[in-house]
């Protein structure tokens, strides 16, 4: 059978499914899709703020930019910044993600047991979801005040010296960590929540009257029950932290200096902070990031489908 009779064929079949899903794509095309395209076209110029299509005035001013080809690409892959920012992302990625993960699963555990207040519990580890980022990340900075702050106020009060939260290169990195993985803690949670209980109970009694005790049935029974899961949560977070814009820029604008600049942020700061504004520059950035997180994900489906774990 032909790939034309194969599309009529699912077509004819699923007409009705295909013509719900048809406004969805519609969108997701023009909000996605058109910016998408824009930003490979501008990655392969040298367009920036000065030879842009402009109006100053009554006076329209054409675009004068050119097609220079892949020699964005050369440029950003040749820089010495590019690298050490992307060691930082995926320093800040990695760290973010893996205590993430581990606190959410430490907590799912504890919320899925029968326990006194077990509803309050679960509606308090989950409000950090339902605060906006910027409002936690504002709050987060007032906490993390050098002078003024209530942890430095909590040091001062135990005969300790005030740490310099955002002002230190190191504790400015553990800090937006920190933040990073206060807000994400809550998605892990709920979603592992859910894994947890859709596990069979009698298979944990089975186990517990054959005598394998609380490890060897977290490893044998909780482990494989929340390995699909785990693999689409960790995915989802990578991808989000990797681009994790509002916590560094709201928290640290990339500071002290550029310690805590990740990729995304650099990219922001070509297109809208630094003059002239490097627009092509900055789409470039932007086109390997994209490239970057694909790979990512398609290695890491295929480790999963490797483990039998097909999504």
């Avoid at 070509?270 to 932007?286: E, I, K, M, Q």
Wanted: charged share 15%.
């Amino acid at each position: 059978m032909t790939l034309t009779a194969r599309i009529r064929r699912a077509f004819g079949t699923h007409w009705y499914a295909w013509t719900m899903v048809a406004p969805v794509v519609l969108v997701i095309g023009v909000i996605i899709g058109i910016p998408l395209v824009r930003g490979v076209y501008l990655s392969l110029t040298d367009a920036n703020e000065a030879n842009v299509e402009r109006s100053i005035g009554m006076n329209h001013i054409p675009a004068t930019y050119h097609f220079t080809g892949l020699d964005n690409y050369r440029a950003v892959l040749t820089d010495g910044v590019f690298w050490d920012r992307l060691g930082w992302t995926v320093v800040w990625t990695v760290g973010c993600v893996s205590l993430t993960f581990l606190t959410a699963l430490a907590l799912a555990n504890l919320l899925n047991r029968r326990m006194r207040g077990r509803t309050f519990y679960r509606l308090a580890l989950i409000l950090p979801w339902a605060i906006p980022a910027f409002v936690s990340v504002f709050t987060w900075r007032m906490l993390y005040n050098e002078k003024n702050g209530i942890l430095n106020k909590l040091l001062a009060g135990g005969g300790l010296d005030a740490v310099p939260w955002l002002n230190d290169p190191t504790w400015a990195k553990l800090s937006v960590i920190a933040v990073n993985v206060w807000l994400g803690v809550p998605f892990m949670l709920v979603a592992l929540l859910g894994g947890l209980q859709s596990i069979p109970g009698e298979l944990y009694e089975a186990a517990e009257m054959d005598g394998a005790g609380a490890w060897q049935r977290f490893r044998h029974i909780t482990v494989p029950g929340l390995r699909a899961v785990s693999g689409t949560v960790i995915l989802l977070s990578t991808i989000w932290t990797f681009n994790m814009f509002p916590v560094i820029f709201l928290l640290t604008r990339g500071g002290p200096g550029d310690a805590t600049e990740i990729l995304v942020t650099y990219a922001y700061r070509l297109s809208f902070v630094d003059s002239p504004r490097n627009f092509s520059a900055s789409a470039t950035w932007g086109m390997v990031i994209l490239a970057v997180l694909a790979l990512v994900a398609v290695g890491y489906r295929r480790a999963l489908r490797k483990q039998g774990e097909v999504w």
